[in-house]
């Protein structure tokens, strides 16, 4: 199995305590990170991880728990890097995973997955739901109830991800120091072309109520990249609405507690009349 990655602060031994059990009942191995807490940092030190100059540019203001969050992943992705692991899987500790989560890493249904996100190409794959998925580009996952899809938008959401070898250098390398909350995987793959973005649906990861009081990074800044204004703004946002989700996007299912609660699904017209691409 790929290697397990669990963001966690150190005084929340209730969060890891959940964490461990449900990752051992699927005989899942997973190592604990010690998360970055950007509340107890002074002024000074979270200062010294920003790159000011590029977040006047964009018009961010990170939080103290962004900034934390951030330098928690950026941690991780260090240790991919040090290690050279080409994949990774990277979970936070306010999740609840499907009772059927190990089944995605077994050999054969991983490497079904791995066809399409080689190592040596940047690639996320979102395990927490995502709305929407392309109609092209998704397969079957043999031996589960899964597909792997594309993605159409990213969820903003650092929950739970599988990421690649090369995506975890890019970010190291474009990432630090720090402009942009760790969860802005729309920015940086849509406008920017660093990697692109997948999902496994239905999705096997949910978050807990405890994600309510998140004790890594609840606090959000301002979105900095407003809906385009004016009427070139309102063409393309007619164009998007009605013939990019009409034609090539599908709503996904989404899962909670183990149950589909949201039957409309890429699953029901995408298999019979858009071609697989693995």
Known sequence: MIPCFVINLAHAV??????????????????????????????????????????REIGWKLSPAEIGCALSHL????????????????????????????????????????????????????????????????????????MRVRSYSATWSTAAYIITLSAAKKLLEERYPIWAPADDWNYSASKLGWFTMHAISPNPVWESKQSTDSAIGDERSDNPHPKRKGLWGLIQRLFIEGVVKTMFVEPLPRQENNTIIDANSITSNARKTHKRLI
């Open 75 to 146: 941690k991780v992705y260090e240790l991919m890097v040090e290690r050279q692991l080409p994949y990774a899987i990277i979970l936070e500790d306010d999740i609840e995973l499907t009772i059927d989560f190990a089944a995605l890493f077994q050999d054969d249904a991983f490497k079904q997955i791995e066809q399409g996100i080689p190592a040596n190409e940047s690639h996320v794959v979102q395990l927490n739901y995502v709305r929407r998925a392309y109609r092209y580009g998704f397969t079957d996952i043999v031996g589960t109830r899964y």
């Open 14 to 55: 209730e969060r890891r305590a959940h964490m461990e059990e449900q990752l051992q009942a699927q005989g899942i191995q997973a190592e604990f990170i010690d998360a970055v807490n950007g509340r107890q940092m002074s002024e000074a030190e979270r200062q010294s991880h920003l790159n000011s100059e590029k977040m």
